[in-house]
């Protein structure tokens, strides 16, 4: 448990921190993906915008205290779980929207997407679930953990490229 929870304080605390600085990073173009893909007027979308990187450093945050890990946990739940009915919403409407999960995107969304986030919900989940703010690991958990949690940052904040890299070609690209 405490290896699970230090794990999910590393990863799930690294990769909100990312994307909410991506997101603020191209603000502009993080909005008007909003704008694009929401049926909400401009001012809606700028208050989703601006809610949700405040909701995901909030998230990394809470994470790693001992009286807000709970909280901070089922918030990332709760946070992961919109974000997969809107990736999921974007694929049923046939889209081409680009991902702005990390910030602006030419890729636009795809399945790779939708997996990546039900894997994210497996570990908030996971973290949610074994303890929350119970569970309190050890400086020794965190040192084991922590070149898997980065790992697996890595790959999740640069899953577009990876995910390109490892796609078929198009046609013409040679």
């Not at 690294?14 to 994307?19: D, L, T, V, Y």
Request: hydrophobic letters at 50%.
């Amino acid at each position: 448990m405490e290896l699970w929870q230090a794990f999910g304080k590393i990863f799930l605390g690294g990769m909100f921190i990312i994307s909410a600085a991506s997101k603020l990073r191209d603000f502009k173009g993080f909005r008007s993906s909003l704008t694009g893909a929401l049926p909400v007027n401009s001012s809606l979308a700028f208050v989703v915008a601006v809610g949700t990187p405040a909701a995901e450093i909030l998230v990394s945050v809470a994470i790693w205290f001992g009286r807000t890990a709970y909280f901070g946990f089922l918030a990332a739940t709760l946070l992961l779980t919109a974000f997969t009915v809107y990736i999921s919403y974007l694929l049923r409407a046939g889209t081409k929207l680009a991902c702005s999960c990390f910030g602006s995107s030419t890729r636009p969304v795809s399945g790779v997407h939708l997996g990546r986030n039900v894997v994210l919900l497996l570990v908030s989940g996971g973290c949610l679930f074994s303890g929350g703010n119970v569970v309190s690991p050890a400086m020794d958990d965190y040192l084991y953990v922590l070149a898997p949690s980065v790992i697996g940052l890595a790959i999740v904040a640069r899953l577009d490229d990876i995910s390109t890299f490892f796609g078929s070609p198009t046609p013409g690209s040679f």
